[in-house]
């Protein structure tokens, strides 16, 4: 799973994520979220950010 280079900016390299993803003969769906721990600009301490993606395709 990627999505652009890094889906937070952080200093630290990997993000952990999982996806899920169904295909049939004549459409597809999935999901995928991921997580990191970013420092929080106004309160100066880490707080965990979640980024979620979801599609799917049908053939018409």
Known sequence: MTWERQA???RS???PGVEVSLS???WSVFAATKSA????DLKKEDARHYALLAGG???M
């Open 24 to 26: 049939r003969q004549r």
């Open 13 to 15: 390299s990997g993000e």
């Open 8 to 10: 937070f900016p952080r």
């Open 37 to 40: 721990v970013l420092i929080d």
């Open 57 to 59: 395709s049908l053939e």
